[in-house]
């Protein structure tokens, strides 16, 4: 197909290296010829990744973890439109993901001191995606005085122990060249999906980013929907999740043996409002920074972002993008129902919770931050301020162009969101 066609279509066709093509063709072809995948699935190495030595009793029962292994690659074996690649990618974000749990539950197994830990009052952004918390969760890393995630300290098949002594240790950490290396690599073999991924989500090897891969550890892999299975999504959206919150918070407690920040930590991400009970349970004393913006903009763009992701997981030319605004839709829809129940029978809670529009953002970003910082009661660095500013000036907006989206390229009208969304956008959009 060519390039304008490629374009006007509604069917996903993403540019991939000439050695991703070639693994691709072997494998359909292999796939018509011998009715099996030149580049299968191992579904038995990736069970003996998840197994671990001991697991500490603090980190509650794993049932449900292994319910979700299970219905997630039956799903992902079945599904007949992804690519060799989608194989390849999915196999290492799961050794990734598990490498780091075994890691982590058999150091608490021979180290409980571990659980002594304190992770006291964490400011945790959160909201729907694509509302600004990756602009704020940068600007509340400019005070020294916190600490968040950074990628290499949660992500990654190499060893995530010893962990950092300082913040200054983060950035210089090993394991930041081994990030860096991948990334090259991802640029190489998948340049339209990463060119897309950096025009939505801006992001380097040296950057913190949001606690979501620490819950994708425990098979919370909530995106990933889009790879497998019915049961498996109901299994993600089923509401308690406190078994990948507990371990969230155990990891978080294993990362600060090495320092304490001397404020706080600052986690980010947008999808624990799906299960704000269970992360409130985990962290009940967490102060929630809770980011608003119109879910017609919201919506689409998280499309975009998914589809820069999950591109080349699909073969050419089979994956609808106008399936992907339903999906996210609906994924909104549940995040905002249970964002409003939390706070409606937890009205105790109330004061824990800082709503910002993204409007409020956009307009005054340093006003905001000062804004959380009086509201929460956290003392607020003289200093701050000159750091917040100089971030911003060197961290434009759109440096790496500005994403292509619209409702109706993903299926939707802004009808059926005015219809949707009308009790969240008269509560918390007026």
Sequence with gaps: MDKSRMEDSPFIHETVSWTIRLINAADAFWRRRMGRALVPLDRQKIVRWAQVEAVHPAFGDQAPFFHLLESFFAGFAENTQLSAMGTLGITDWAKSCLFARRECMNYVAAHPEVLSQKI???????????????????????????????????????????????RAAQYQDHRMVLLKQRFERAFKLLPEGSAKRQRAHPSSPDMIEEDFIIASHQLNWFTHILLSSERFKQLIFHPDKDFVFTYLKIYLQMLQTGYTPESHWTLKSPSHLLHLDSFMRAFPDARVVMLHRDPAVTIPSMCYLLESLYGSYFRPGTWDRRTLGPFVCSLYQLMTQRLLQYRDTHPEKASQFLDIRFTELESDPIGQVQRIYRTLGIDLDPSLPAKLQSYLATNQRHQHGKPDYSLAKYGLTPEELASSFATYRARHLG
């Design 120 to 166: 006291e009052k964490p400011v945790v952004i959160v909201g729907m995606h694509r509302t600004g918390s990756t602009l704020l969760y940068n600007l509340l890393h400019q005070d020294p005085k916190t600490r968040s995630t950074f990628m290499h300290e949660m992500y990654g098949a190499w060893p995530h122990l010893p962990v950092a002594t300082s």
